[in-house]
């Protein structure tokens, strides 16, 4: 007979607020308007989502230029730059905006800050979405810096005028180091009056340390272009611990558990709850799974609809 195993099940875990308000929103404007429905980039970084929204008749596209003139089109939950805005209103396209409010406060940071004087200090990863979009606030007064190494290089008009954001989605304890460095080059730094880095995205990282020592594997659902999915990767190896990022349990190399006795299983916020169940499912084909949860807060955060769909249309 197979040994068994423990998994030990973080939590939270999968959908965050944002991403279930985002995926509401393409739901309902498929709903309510005739198709087809464009969605500029992925709503949300799960390739799993994407195609259950594609096959109820969502087209996603990279860029506005593949939307007809007067079409609708919905914003991914990642937040787009002003000047992807004015395009959309030149175009007379109509735009829905699945911009996670937690993005959208760094948006407002960020000309908050730039109309101020300072020069925004913006941490974060190139190429991202969502820091394309924050860049694209205060282009001129923005430098994005991407690791702790890149301060000791940074140039700013007047070190006395200087802030920092965060992207929503980064490691909590890279970011603090990274946060020090600039505060030792720039002793007048200035902060965003809360946290950046969002409530869901703290939460998994914590619930995963609280089970990634007592792990001989530990597996993150996610997609690899999932930035706070890639973050849970990287903190468990780096308390020692293997750890994988799969999509689903196709992902999954089965050299990954031998002598394997106890498996740490999380989910990025993007990604959907059921594979996680399918993931524990796969795990019980090889032997008696115990499940324990380590649940380490509990999220009642939820954020409404835009006003363009809290009443059906006619």
Known sequence: MAEPRT?????????????????????????QREPPVYVRKQIVHNVHVVADLEARGAVFVDELDAVPDGATVVFSAHGVSPAVRDEARGRGLEVVDASCPLVTKVHVEARRFAARGDTVLLIGHAGHEEVE???????EHTILVQNAE??????VPDPERVSYLTQTTLAVDETTEVVAALRERFPALRAPGSEDICYATTNRQEALTAIADESDLVLVVGSRNSSNSVRLVELAQRRGTPAYLIDDTGDIDTEWLAGVRTVGLTAGASAPPRLVEEVIDYLRGFGPVTVTEREVT???IHFGMPSVLRTPRA
Do not use: H, Q, W
Request: charged share 30%; net charge negative; hydrophobic share 45%.
């Open 7 to 31: 998994v030990l099940l973080a939590g939270p875990r999968s959908f965050c607020a944002g991403v279930e308000r985002a995926i509401e929103i393409v739901e309902r404007v498929l709903d």
């Open 133 to 139: 979009g924050t860049l694209g606030e205060a282009p």
């Open 150 to 155: 890149e301060v000791a290089t940074l140039e």
């Open 298 to 300: 509990r999220e009642t």
